[in-house]
């Protein structure tokens, strides 16, 4: 699961690599193959010992190169983050991470994740009230709080504002 705003997050921290007949992966691919959005959408991996990674932010494949233990290949995998980049109204549809190992003769059968997307609740914020406003009958109308201000991290317009008189 990622929420908007969310720093990158580890796809599969528990994956398992075997091969009956082979004691070294050559490569891997990790491919967002349903729902990917360029410009949004990234995978990131940080090369460790013989394995090198290299994404691709237009197709959405992150490649891994590099011959290296199952073992390493594992931890290497289980490493593999990902982020939406887009701060302020990500695509909110699910992605599917198909991986794949190749030991240097073929490559493994796909396996797949999937990755929930959830836009944060950006309502806008009102600060800096709370004034009081002295007003004694037969003055002219005067301006409550001048100091108030309106934010909005996702969005430049406000569409409405309601002012009550509570107490």
Do not use: C
């Not at 959408?41 to 237009?58: E, P």
């Not at 317009?157 to 009550?164: D, G, K, L, M, R």
């Amino acid at each position: 699961s990622f929420t908007e705003g969310d720093s990158a997050k580890v796809i599969d921290g528990s994956l398992t690599v075997a091969d009956v007949d082979d004691t070294h992966i050559e490569s891997a691919a990790i491919s967002i193959t349903s729902g990917f959005v360029s410009g949004e959408d990234v995978l990131s991996f940080v090369d460790a010992g013989s394995i090198t990674g290299s994404y691709n932010a237009g197709s959405g494949v992150l490649t891994l190169t590099g011959s290296a233990s199952k073992a390493n290949y594992e931890s290497a995998l289980e490493s593999i983050k990902y982020q939406n980049t887009n701060t302020d109204n990500p695509n909110t549809g699910n992605r599917t991470v198909t991986w794949l190992v190749n030991d240097g003769d073929a490559n493994s059968a796909a396996v797949t994740s999937t990755i929930t997307v959830a836009g944060a609740n950006d309502a806008p914020t009102l600060a800096d009230a709370g004034g009081t406003l002295p007003f004694t009958e037969g003055d002219p109308a005067r301006v409550i709080d001048g100091s108030l201000t309106v934010a909005d991290v996702d969005d430049a317009h406000i569409n409405s504002a309601t002012i009550s008189i509570t107490s």
